[in-house]
């Protein structure tokens, strides 16, 4: 006999994973108060795809819903991992870069708009490469302007991950947010197995990159700010702290004295244990954090 | 044809960085990294460019690397914190300084990739990168001229840790110069073409292109500069460079120090017209949600 309340917590939870890009955005805004800028049906697409014989789509995989959280005004900025690996093209990238431009300039007017980035993504998309790279760059440097008057907070869910160039918005961010089935680095496990070797990284060790790239071995070593469990109210409540919280007094990137001494006293010799370096940068974060 | 794209099949394979310390060498008369700590691979220099002193930064390969994957010129955990550390050192003693007296800060760009290593992933690499591109960011938001001369190759990775946060950026223009997201090897297996079907590509669509006067038909670029001898410049062709640097510094802080000329250039009207159209459109249903 099975009883009816044995049934898992996780079972009624509402799984933010299993959303796609759109929901998740929706999802994280206060009821009725957004709306969706350059959609579908506007139908800016990719110029690039066609012409190599793949089907572009009308979002071109990148949401902007503008609207408010906790009350405050904000813009989430979600990348469809579902098409074309979440990667970043001509269209996607400026689309991503006016929004931030966007809340920049509401927000030196006196009305501080927090972006949210939902990153899943390989990076650059490759068949519109330059203009990829080109974006992702001019992505990091509106970042680095929203981030002087309001908080940009990056949620990884999973699970693409969030890698490439894109890694270096995550980088860049005020805050992060993780659940466990997220990933975040610069490269993927294929990409330096194939550049490096399978001795470098085996990519089809599942338990070697979750051990590097997840999300609680990155929260855990202070390189994400909150690790989540997957779900709808647990990723909403988590942005809306941060959204609340406005931007830090620093910001990560900007504590290369810190990273820069940790990482001289790396022992390069051979790979480092990703769980000895969590357990030896956690116990310096609780230390820095009394100074 | 046939022969400058042997040269640029030469440069991928053996020249990296020797062309970087070429022409960190040229302009600065100096090629040494700035301290012991500092890592051999990046090399720092106070020098005079025109009539005022600038830093000038350039990564270059370091074989006796203690990280394996960055030997061969990669950007990694080292290189990255140590250009940010240097960049936000330029940063700090220029913040009390008027826009107009904050000295230039020149990327020589020469870089095959990111590393990719395991060591580096473990370590967070995409902080480091983060942190470099952080660092000339905000040098360029606070009125320093950051100038970006690619004089070999500015791949991926390596070109957002180094170079690509510039106000201003030039380029050789010369078969072994190559702006790129991805080596053509690499790019081929992942996206299942070969090689040739990805330079036939190439040639039809610029944004894939591995040719720098493809690259510049994007709008991105500020300047083209030919040059006969990239690997070893004479000194007039070390003289226009300076010359060609001096420019783009007066044009640097003569604009807004944000990355808009990138899309407002009239290359990029052209070639980057759905991504301005995308934006154009953004702004006007924005005031209106």
């Known amino acids: ?291 | 044809m046939e022969e400058s794209q042997l040269e640029g099949e030469n440069a991928m394979s053996g020249h990296i960085g020797l062309r970087g310390k070429a022409w960190f060498q040229a302009l600065t008369g100096q090629n040494e990294a700035r301290e012991h700590d500092d890592p051999a691979s990046v090399l720092t220099a106070d020098a005079l460019i025109g009539d005022e002193h600038a830093l000038f930064l350039c990564v270059i390969p370091n074989p006796g690397s203690r990280f394996p994957c960055v030997r061969d010129g990669q950007v990694g955990l080292d290189e990255g914190y140590t250009l940010a550390h240097r960049v936000r050192e330029a940063l700090n003693a220029d913040k009390d300084k008027p826009k107009s007296q904050k000295r230039p800060i020149i990327a020589i760009v020469d870089v095959k990739s990111q590393a990719y290593g395991r060591r580096e992933e473990t370590a967070g690499l995409f902080l480091a990168a983060a942190a470099s591109s952080d660092a000339y960011a905000s040098a360029r938001m606070a009125g320093h001229p950051v100038i970006s001369f690619v004089v070999g190759h500015a791949f991926s990775g390596g070109f957002l840790t180094h170079g690509y946060q510039a106000n201003r950026i030039l380029a050789l223009d010369d078969a072994g110069v190559t702006i790129h997201a991805m080596h053509k090897e690499a790019a081929a297996k992942i996206t299942r073409r070969s090689v040739a079907d990805l330079e036939r590509l190439g040639q039809q669509i610029p944004p894939m292109s591995y040719n720098v006067q493809d690259y510049a038909k994007l709008g991105l670029l500020h300047q083209l500069l030919h040059v006969e001898s990239p690997l070893e410049p004479n000194l007039s062709e070390v003289n226009e460079a300076r010359s060609a640097i001096i420019a783009a510094i007066v044009d640097a802080r003569k604009g807004p120090p944000d990355l808009g000329v990138r899309r407002e250039s009239r290359a990029a009207q052209k070639s980057r017209s759905a991504g301005n159209a995308a934006r154009a459109l953004m702004e006007h249903q924005w005031k209106n949600a």
């Open chain 1, 1 to 291: 006999m099975i009883e009816t309340n044995a049934i898992p917590a996780f079972v009624n939870r509402g799984s933010f994973i299993e959303l796609n890009g759109r929901e998740r955005a929706q999802a994280l805004f206060d009821k009725g108060s957004w709306r969706e800028l350059v959609g579908p049906f506007d139908r800016m697409v990719s110029p690039w795809l066609p012409m190599q014989g793949v089907a572009p789509e009308f979002d071109d995989g990148c949401i902007v819903i503008k609207g408010k959280i906790s009350g405050k005004p904000a813009v989430a900025i979600s990348l469809e991992g579902a098409f074309q690996g979440g990667s970043i093209g001509e269209v996607s990238g400026a689309k991503m870069v006016a929004a931030l431009d966007l809340a920049t300039i509401d927000s030196r007017d006196g009305k501080p708009t927090a972006a949210i980035l939902l990153l899943e993504t390989g990076g650059v998309r490759l068949q519109e490469a330059n203009l990829g790279l080109a974006a992702i760059a001019e992505v990091i440097a509106s970042i680095l302007e929203l981030r002087q008057h309001a908080p940009v907070i990056t949620v990884i869910a999973g699970t693409v991950g969030c890698f490439g160039g894109m890694a270096l918005a995550a980088g860049v961010s005020s805050y992060v947010v993780m659940t466990r089935e997220a990933r975040l680095g610069l490269n993927g496990p294929e990409v330096i197995e194939q550049e490096s070797g399978k001795d470098e990284f085996d990519a089809s060790d599942r338990a070697l990159i979750w051990s590097i790239h997840g999300g609680e071995q990155r929260a855990g070593m202070g390189l994400a700010d909150d690790l989540v469990e997957d779900s709808v109210d647990g990723i909403a409540s988590a942005v809306q702290q941060f959204v609340r919280a406005g931007k830090p007094a620093q910001h990560r990137s900007e504590q290369v004295e810190l990273y820069r001494r940790r990482i001289a006293t790396l022992d390069a010799s051979s790979q480092i244990d990703p769980l000895a370096l969590r357990e030896q940068w956690k116990s310096l974060n609780s230390k820095g954090r009394t100074q």
